[in-house]
């Protein structure tokens, strides 16, 4: 069990957490969340490695004496020369070989008794570790992940994605007191996200998970910690039940701000009276009057209803359209090709008009990304952009490009004349005035996203280039960012393992299959992926959730509290059939 109290940390520049407090009981699956840029890596790290830390406050971890940790960063080692199974075993087989050497030892041995002690707590970490059965355990771990085909490939030859799945397990099979996962689902395509739900949702022990994945949050989690504005909001339950209480907590905060609004007015309107009643009368009984109206006035805002985990400002990313592109065409490949080992991709032929918005899916190490940035340089022959197009590229490799610089830098770079007007400029898209003095390659992964956005938006252009756009962004930012795709009226050609944002913003997909890419509805699309994965009913009830909770938005915003009320139970009825 996990139990943090009045927890408080923070940089010179800014506080995380401000006596936070909450709990994980053994054995539950909890999902951190939160905006970009709250702390929450920083905090898992705090957990593990309390001792590196000056904090206030209390940590306790009871009956934890393992810790198992998936960074969202880890990378691959191509040098790397074991097979999955032996790269998964590593930790068994260190056990099992001094466990032999103690058994070597003893039998010469003059002092028995301190290698046989020693050698007591090898079979006991061995035994606590679940070691007799760790093969068949890897195998079935495999399985789960539909892995089980790669148990004697090289380790080096994984997909990005395979690789991130054969860590999870390799933090698995060790049986961890609890286990840490920081955004393990960044990039990976559908199939391997779903391994990846079926992996925690057959996990027995404590899960700590960052992630901003609807498919995951809504499929694999009875626990809820929220991280905003330097507090936490623990809740028990799963997280469609936790919007569900943050929506009807919104209702009751909005009609009692309502109320306060009501009252604010009121009183704002008698001390207008008084004030100009006491400027024509020279009296000093009215002066004291008027003061003790202000008081009162200036009492009631500062305790008007404040909503920190129920209002949160949503980022404001816009795209700037530049002039449109005259005709039928501003995009077409033929015959386009690539391969490096291997061929990846081959007899490629499409073409998109100025105002289309496509998605490019596939499974991981397929070529997109390769395609994405050939497109980009247009250098290949095969590749052939309309002489009207002004492209820009979101990339995954911020670091890249960006360099050392710090964002003050390089949007006074940018022309920004003030400090203020870079501050409100990057306040729109959801970061904060302290990541000013920081370096590009300082910045979470969502920051850098965020940062990257709030850059290409800087520039007009009528073909937007987008590599993995949500992959660290939370969900509101990829609410937004989906807005302003589906605003933007020039083409948008995107690479995109997210199915909620695939479904939500393009005309059409490029499905990679077979070396190559076939064009797909977005309806036929929907139909296969939840075919596979979803239950039948899932995706009419998604939707009709999502109607009803726009529904509830609208009325909240027009201060028709007794209506959204009455919405809020057909919302319950939909998330109990969700449910069931």
Partial sequence: MIKVEKLSYGYPQKDLYKK??????????????????????????????????????????????????VSQFSALNQKEDLTVF????????????????????????KDLESIFEEYQDALDEFSAIDGDFYESNIKKQLKTANLQKLEDQNISSL??????????????????????????DVFLDFEHLNALRNLINGHKGTILV???????????????????????????????EYNY?????????????????????????????????????????LGRAVHARQTIVDRLKERKTKAPFVDIKQPEIHFQMGDAAEGKSILSLTDYSVAFD????????????????VAIVGDNGTGKTTLLKEIFENNNDAVRISEEATTLMFSQFTDDMYG?????????????????????????????????????????????????????????????????????????????????????????LMVSHDFYTVANCVDYILFVENNTVRRMSTRKFRQMIYANYFDKDYLILEQEKKDVELRIGKLIQKDEFDQAKVLMESLDVIIKKMKS
């Fill in 342 to 357: 291997e061929q990846l991709l081959e007899h490629v032929n499409f073409d998109m008009s100025p105002t289309d918005h």
């Fill in 404 to 492: 050392e610089k710090t964002l003050f830098e390089f949007f006074e770079e940018k022309g920004f004349d003030k400090k203020t007007e870079i501050v409100e400029y990057l306040e729109k898209y959801g970061l904060e005035e302290d990541t000013l003095s920081q370096k590009v390659g300082e910045l979470s992964g969502g920051e850098k996203d965020l940062f990257q956005l709030a850059v290409l938006s800087l520039k007009p252009a009528n073909l937007l280039l987008l590599d993995e756009p949500t992959g660290h962004l939370d969900v509101y930012a990829q609410i937004a960012l989906e807005q302003a795709i589906a605003e933007f009226e020039g083409a948008v």
């Fill in 245 to 285: 209480e943050l929506l009807a907590t919104k209702i009751e905060l909005k009609e009692a701000e309502a109320t306060e609004q009501a009252e604010i007015d009121r009183q704002t309107e008698i001390l207008i009276k008084a004030r100009k009643k006491a400027t024509m009368m020279d009296n000093a009984s």
């Fill in 86 to 109: 032996e790269y998964i075993s590593q930790e068994f087989v260190k056990l099992e070989q001094i466990i032999a050497d103690y058994c070597k030892q003893m039998e010469t041995a």
């Fill in 159 to 184: 997909s990005a994605g395979e690789f991130k799945l054969v860590q999870i397990i390799k933090e698995m099979v060790v049986n961890p007191g609890l286990l840490i996962m920081d955004e393990p």
């Fill in 210 to 240: 960052i992630t901003h994945n609807r498919y995951l949050l809504n499929h694999c989690f009875n626990k809820i910690l929220q991280l905003e504005n330097t507090d936490i909001q623990e809740f028990d339950g799963t997280y469609i």
């Fill in 20 to 69: 936070v407090s909450f709990t994980i009981e053994d054995d539950v699956h909890c999902a951190l969340i939160g905006t970009n840029g709250t702390g929450k890596s920083t905090l898992i790290d705090l957990l593990m490695n309390t001792e590196n830390y000056l904090y206030d406050g209390k940590i306790e971890m009871k009956g934890i004496n393992r810790i198992g940790y």
